[in-house]
């Protein structure tokens, strides 16, 4: 039974058809049908029953399913306990956002792609909230107030950013100088997320509203700078506009704690080598040669 047929046959099961997980594993749709029939001859049994809409489980296929994915993550964990000191392979899949990403971290991913010529490392750059493993993704890169959530979080940096408007939406509206004054106050958001201020030894949540929201933190400054709103926006957007006058700090009294910049994964007994080696690398980025601008400083 060959291990690459077990692990076609757990992203197909995962992703929910041949299209994305041949997408995930960056093979053709044939490659993955083969393996599947050749797996499926070999025990004997259909695990997967082919649809219009994709392919769905059979009962012997959810059974197998687990063993499947078990059997890989041991043979990922043998192949470590066995290669030179410092080697990786496989393939890494990590989501990282693209405000920030391609200038911040994109140039760590090619360094360890150079230390480490036997790692695919597949990159998807998207400010949307990414399901790492309905999506199949190893670890992502996420900037902010991190959420509840089942997923293991690392700690990478700080990220620094304040409250701004534009000098016209001040004069219109004028400008908070409390928190509980917000709520009176035009919010461009990223969603339905908090504010945090702090008020000396004490953290003030806030849960702003307003009409204009953004994935990413450009579209944000854009609104801002169109007078749409109040924004909370990372210092590496908004120092420009700062240092130009067309965006002014708003309630300066009242700062927001520093935000993070964190790797996430699945939660698991112990991290994959090659997670552990790309956490390094970041901390030891931040560490060394802090990125300017609100990411570190």
């Known amino acids: 039974m060959e291990i690459e047929d077990l692990r076609t ?18 093979i053709s749709k044939s490659m993955v049908s083969r393996r599947l029939i050749r797996l499926e001859a070999e025990l004997g049994v259909q695990l997967l029953a082919r649809t219009t809409r994709g392919a769905a489980l059979t009962e012997e296929g959810i059974t197998f399913r687990d063993h499947a994915a078990r059997v890989c993550a041991e043979i990922d964990a043998a192949r470590e306990t066995i290669l030179p000191s410092g080697d990786l392979r496989g393939r890494l899949r990590i989501a990282v956002p693209l405000s920030f990403g391609p200038s911040h971290f994109a140039h760590v991913l090619a360094d360890m792609a150079q230390r480490h010529p036997q790692l695919h490392i597949h990159t998807s750059y998207s400010d949307r909230f990414v399901d790492l493993i309905a999506e199949g993704f190893d670890c992502a890169i996420r900037i902010g107030y991190l959420q509840d959530s089942n997923l293991v979080a690392r700690r990478i940096g700080p990220l620094y950013g304040k409250l701004v408007a534009s000098p016209d939406y001040i004069r219109t509206h004028g400008a908070p100088e409390t928190p509980e004054e917000l709520a009176g106050h035009e919010a461009l958001m990223q969603g339905t997320e908090a504010w945090q201020f702090t008020d000396g030894d004490e953290v003030i949540t806030v849960h702003p509203r307003g009409r204009f929201k953004a994935d990413n933190a450009l579209a944000l400054a854009a609104a801002a700078l169109a007078g749409l709103g109040i924004a909370w926006i990372p210092d590496g957007v908004t120092h420009e506009h700062l240092a130009s006058g067309a965006l002014v700090p708003v309630m300066t009294r009242y700062p927001p704690p520093p935000a993070g910049i964190y790797l996430v994964r699945p939660a698991g007994q112990h991290p994959a080598r090659k997670i552990r080696v790309l956490t390094d690398m970041l901390i030891a980025c931040f560490e060394e040669a802090p990125a300017p601008l609100g990411l570190g400083r």
């Open 9 to 26: 046959f757990v992203e197909v099961a995962d992703a929910g058809g041949v299209s994305p997980a041949a997408r995930r594993l960056g």
